[in-house]
Nanobody, 114 residues
């Protein structure tokens, strides 16, 4: 199983980035996909989830700014991040979950300069 995240980088506050995470070795369409983030000195926190049928949930701190989506034909989950703030700076991880099994990607760094 492999989850390959990409799309991170350096962006100014107010800017946008789109993260992608491609899964392999799993029946992607079965999995709940999620994005987490971890900033320096803090615990990893849930950002957004998307179910196998497309239902979404967001952490309060990203509602209205971030959008999670998936393309099961491409085994890919996305995170569109708009109106980025300095506090969004973190390593972003994708996760695939099915029942009690969870797989993690390697993370992609997002840095937002103020």
């Amino acid at each position: 199983v492999q989850l390959q995240a990409s799309g991170g980088g350096l962006v100014q506050a107010g800017g946008s980035l789109k993260l992608s995470c491609v899964g392999s070795g799993i029946i992607f369409s079965r999995y709940i996909m999620a994005w987490y983030r971890q900033s320096l000195g803090n615990q990893r926190e849930l950002v957004a989830t998307i179910g196998s049928s497309g239902g979404t949930n967001y952490a309060d701190f990203v509602k209205g700014r971030f959008t999670i989506s998936r393309d099961s034909a491409k085994n890919t989950v996305y995170l569109q991040m708009n109106n980025l703030k300095s506090e969004d700076t973190a390593v972003y991880y994708c996760q695939a979950g099915y029942r009690t099994v969870h797989h993690w990607g390697q993370g992609t760094l997002v840095t937002v300069s103020s």
